[in-house]
T-cell receptor, first 115, second 112 residues
């Protein structure tokens, strides 16, 4: 589940189960959303993206759902594996004026997979 | 054949020093970024360059100065380092300003 405050939200999942990571975004004008995975000691790695004209997009073992009404994004990982253990970030891209866009990251959720 | 590479990976330095972090991308991307990640893993954009031109300059102390000698490079110079500058700094690039960003492996800066 999620919590606010100083600690990184953590989700613990049994290997083989499905994982759902949630994200609330702030800017209703954002038109592009990305999920990143960050393993320990590495940079964020692109997983999947979705544009605001869609509400669902599927990749290999991952699905992103977008609910623009409540400004909510989720990442579903099927058959979670130990290698999925990482911190997951949602990011929203919104127009920031003068022809430029800004990628704003959410707080991140730490996914721990229990073997 | 690393796509976005930044050096050094680790940097330990004393307060008051001046240091630089280098970043290069070999993806042919037009846009490059610097992000700062704090101890709570929060990622915040610092600067964005598109075709060597500064397009985003967030509220960052002017001790931080980015330099883009060409589209493939975006270096970050930091003057008069302070303890609070300790963080992991990530360089990233994207094909255009409206596509996904690819990140380097980060530079862990520790100011003592």
């Amino acid at each position: 589940g999620e919590s606010v405050g100083l600690h990184l939200p953590t989700l613990s999942v049994q290997e083989g189960d499905n994982s759902i990571i949630n994200c609330a975004y702030s800017n209703s004008a954002s038109d592009y959303f990305i999920w990143y995975k960050q393993e320990s000691g590495k940079g964020p790695q692109f997983i999947i993206d979705i544009r605001s004209n869609m509400d669902k997009r599927q990749g290999q073992r991952v699905t992103v759902l977008l609910n623009k009404t409540v400004k909510h994004l989720s990442l579903q990982i099927a058959a979670t594996q130990p290698g999925d253990s990482a911190v997951y970030f949602c990011a929203e891209k919104s127009y920031s004026g003068a022809g430029s866009y800004q990628l704003t990251f959410g707080k991140g959720t730490k996914l721990s997979v229990i073997p | 054949d690393t796509a976005v590479s930044q050096t050094p990976k680790y940097l330990v330095t004393q307060m008051g020093n001046d240091k630089s972090i280098k970043c290069e991308q070999n993806l042919g991307h037009d846009t490059m970024y610097w992000y700062k990640q704090d101890s709570k893993k929060f990622l915040k954009i610092m600067f964005s360059y598109n075709n060597k031109e500064l397009i985003i300059n967030e509220t960052v102390p002017n001790r931080f100065s980015p330099k883009s000698p060409d589209k493939a490079h975006l270096n970050l110079h930091i003057n008069s380092l302070e303890l609070g500058d300790s963080a992991v700094y990530f360089c990233a690039s994207s094909r255009t300003i409206n596509t996904e960003a690819f990140f380097g492996q980060g530079t862990r800066l520790t100011v003592v």
